[in-house]
């Protein structure tokens, strides 16, 4: 009798937690563009990080963290980690929708002119889990 009574209860809660979407970073807008400057040129890029996981804190404040990190691919070579950095925010009453990752590197005129792909690399560091976005620009005299 008491296995009976306990067996619908066992099985709506194993069906509560299974059914419970895993938080999935993801990445998405991806922009870039150089402006020129007497040494070179300025990068500015951003991508938008969404579906990341989010803590509370003992104050019911909302917690995200998100680190990430930016591959430039020139015309004649890839360099690795241009840019990286770590995300952490807090915010009160309600969860974060989104968070803009934003990067500005300087390239000296030794860069030449081209098609670029710049790749940025994100993880969410609360849910192990990781996005990749990849846009493209031009440097030009322009």
């Keep these: 009798m008491k296995i009976s009574l306990l067996a619908p209860v066992i099985l709506s809660l194993m069906i509560i937690s299974c059914s419970g979407e895993k938080p999935q970073i993801v990445l998405s807008s991806p922009e870039a563009f150089a402006y020129s400057l007497d040494e070179g040129w300025e990068l500015?890029?951003?991508?938008?990080?969404?579906?990341f996981q989010q803590n509370e804190d003992d104050n019911d404040n909302y917690l995200i963290s998100v680190s990430y990190s930016l591959d430039l691919v020139t015309p004649l070579d890839s360099l690795s980690r241009v840019d990286f950095g770590?995300?952490?925010k807090s915010q009160a009453d309600?969860?974060?929708i989104d968070v803009m990752i934003e990067s500005q590197i300087e390239l000296n005129?030794?860069?030449?002119?081209?098609?670029?792909?710049?790749?940025?690399?994100a993880t969410?560091?609360?849910?192990?889990?990781?996005?990749?976005?990849?846009?493209?620009?031009?440097?030009?005299?322009?």
């Design 94 to 96: 309600e969860e974060f």
């Design 44 to 51: 500015n890029a951003t991508v938008i990080a969404s579906g």
């Design 109 to 121: 005129k030794r860069f030449p002119k081209g098609d670029y792909k710049l790749i940025f690399y």
């Design 86 to 88: 770590n995300i952490e």
């Design 124 to 142: 969410d560091n609360f849910s192990n889990t990781k996005d990749t976005a990849l846009v493209k620009f031009e440097i030009s005299d322009e």
